[in-house]
């Protein structure tokens, strides 16, 4: 067994031990913060992954724990209601329903939002939901709803704290589970992949409006359950601990234990449970007053953790647990059948053709009336000076900032209205100039990201591991486009750790990992050294042998000049020249606009 496994297996004994060694007290705390690490797992996800700052996550707790404490408690429900009165459980599938309902709205309002005006918007539904829950009288008000029902379960009464206390930490063992097998997954590269931007991730084919509300959801529903968890135990609810400022709580947890790590989330709840308890009694005592002191400490350490540990305490603890992560990702690269293909099409195919594209920014015109076409098995240069429009003429063709007027067909079909998501499923991939990946991720999980549309299995599969053979074929796939590329040893590395030059050229591989038929590179061999663009040119003609077309943007004449079949030249957004090479070479205005000023 491997250490991990060891300390797995020592931290599950010691669990399961907690309840019979332990004095009632500290087992009541345990409960506690097994039912906010639920919450601030939920938090990990949304935030600490996706990127996305929720401070109303107590709502949501709020809405599991009232839904229960109404339907089980309520003497008259309204006829369609009343089945659901009968049990917490059926309560529990009404709760879970209805804050999908209420999250899937909410998530649907403000999730579009970005900037400063996301948390904002969590701040202001966190706080009309808890005042709902205040002001609303079959809610009980202020005073709340007493008389909850205990649980029963397999015939057991759960009673106790000691009773309860394995149910909860099985509802969050389960949910630590269901999140690392949704993390390690097609659908959990596409969330990872929202923190570096929605741009780069819509040009894989990710939907990212879609991968936001789904980790909203399941935030949500992890806090719902986490509710309905505590309202059983506690017997009574009232809306002060779903208020904003236990939102903000949550939050802090999950940021101190180390808000992109599952592991993080028990961690923060633990510590920051633990901490006020003590905190609350201790204070009082050398102060001389009662008051809420520890609200003054929390403020202070959550300052200290953003200035001086922005990845929590999470990281500083795993530094003694050997790391199997790596390994992990090893173990998938095995023989798996190859993913489809799309048809290559024959040498001389029209794939692209550029009409009479503008594309203006305010006042600037950055390209005008540009015209251009690739073929199948040609590779295009598109070369002039800085600022020419160059990278601009790639944002229109692959949809990532629309062109102004113009049209654009691709394999005989108009584009210039669609989505780059759109545009990359009908086989166009491309590289960024400005390189756009996840540094904290390995090379291996980058690219993969680019095979993004040839998998299909979706976040219920990812969450239940039952997507593992796909999966294989994904990882396989990266890796033999990584192969090709030649940047092998750096399977594992941290995507970030490569030099520029190799950033690069890990983009053409992710983008080669869509199995394209028209590639779209701009300046890939900027910061490569000689033989490295040797070898990149080696592989481009490679590439055109197969058929593929490559739309290429670069700085370096020599480069281009050895490889390409055709040649465009642009100048102040315009057309300026276009040609074999040879002739583009001795073009006056050519000489003139850009090969004079490098000479
Ligand atoms: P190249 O790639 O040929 O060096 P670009 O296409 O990046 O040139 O830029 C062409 C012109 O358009 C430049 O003047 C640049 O400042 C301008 N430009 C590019 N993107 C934007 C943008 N998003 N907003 C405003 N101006 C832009
Ligand atoms: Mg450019």
Request: glycine share 10%; with cysteine.
């Amino acid at each position: 067994m491997s250490r991990q496994r060891w300390i797995y297996a020592g931290f599950l004994v010691l669990l399961m031990l907690g309840p019979i060694i332990l004095p009632e007290f500290y087992v009541t705390l345990l409960n506690y913060i097994g039912l906010y690490a639920i919450v601030a797992l939920g938090l990990v996800l949304l935030t600490g992954v996706g990127g996305l700052t929720s401070f109303g996550q107590a709502a949501f707790v709020g809405l599991g724990a009232y839904t229960t404490a109404y339907l089980t408690t309520a003497t008259e429900l309204s006829a369609w209601l009343a089945p659901f009165g009968q049990s917490p459980w059926l309560a529990l599938l009404v709760g879970l329903v209805l804050t999908a309902l209420v999250a899937f709205v909410l998530g649907a309002l403000t999730l579009r939002l970005s900037g400063h005006y996301l948390p904002l918007g969590t701040i202001a539904w966190g706080i009309s939901i808890y005042f709902l829950f205040g002001n609303l009288e079959f809610l009980g008000g202020h005073t709340g709803i007493t008389g909850i029902p205990s649980l029963s379960l397999l015939g057991l009464e759960l009673k106790l704290g000691r009773d309860f206390y394995f149910l909860i930490w099985i509802a969050l063992l389960a949910a630590v589970w269901l999140t690392q097998n949704l993390l390690d997954s097609r659908e959990g590269r596409a969330i990872r992949a929202l923190k570096g931007g929605t741009l780069m991730a819509e040009a894989m084919g990710v939907n990212t409006a879609r991968s936001k509300i789904v980790i909203f959801l399941i935030a949500a529903l992890y806090a719902c359950i986490s509710g309905w968890l505590y309202a059983h135990l506690q017997r009574f609810v009232n809306p002060t601990p779903f208020s904003l400022h236990i939102g903000i709580e949550y939050l802090f947890m999950a940021v101190l234990g180390g808000a992109a790590h599952v592991w993080g989330a028990l961690l923060g709840a633990g510590v920051i449970t633990i901490l006020k308890q003590w905190l609350q009694d201790f204070l009082p005592k050398i102060l001389g007053s009662s008051g809420n002191f520890e609200v003054i400490v929390f403020g202070l350490m959550m300052v200290l953790i953003l200035q001086r540990a922005r990845d929590g305490l999470w990281p500083i603890l795993a530094r003694f647990v050997p790391n199997v992560a790596e390994k992990g990702s090893q173990r998938q690269i095995s023989q798996a059948e190859p993913l489809p293909k799309k048809a290559s099409l024959q040498a001389g195919n029209k794939l692209l053709e550029v009409g009479d594209v503008v594309k203006k920014f305010g006042g600037l015109v950055a390209c005008n009336r540009m015209n251009l076409s690739v073929q199948s098995g040609e590779v295009l240069a598109l070369i002039g000076p800085n600022g020419a429009g160059k990278s601009t003429m790639f944002n229109c063709i692959s949809g990532v900032d629309p062109a102004s007027s113009g049209e654009i067909h691709f394999l005989g079909e108009r584009i210039d209205q669609l989505n780059s998501r759109e545009i990359a499923r009908r086989g166009m991939s491309r590289t960024f100039q400005h390189v756009r990946l996840l540094p904290a991720m390995s090379v291996l999980e980058n690219v993969a990201i680019g095979a993004h549309l040839r998998g299909s299995k979706g976040v219920l599969s990812a969450l239940l591991h039952l997507d593992r053979v796909e999966e294989k074929r994904l990882m396989a796939e990266a890796a033999r486009q990584i192969e090709r590329v030649g940047l092998t040893q750096h399977m594992f590395d941290q995507a970030g750790s490569l030099p520029l030059g190799q950033q690069r050229i890990l983009e053409i591989a992710r983008a080669l990992a869509a199995d394209p038929l028209l590639l779209l590179l701009d300046e890939p061999a900027a910061g490569l050294r000689y033989l490295e663009k040797q070898a990149l040119a080696d592989l481009l003609r490679r590439l055109r042998a197969e058929g593929m077309g490559i739309l290429l943007v670069e700085h370096d004449v020599d480069f281009v000049m050895g490889l390409a079949d055709r040649v465009v030249v642009m100048e102040f957004g315009e057309k300026i020249a276009e040609g074999l090479p040879e002739q583009v070479q001795k073009n006056p205005a050519v000489l003139e606009a850009y090969l004079g000023g490098v000479a």
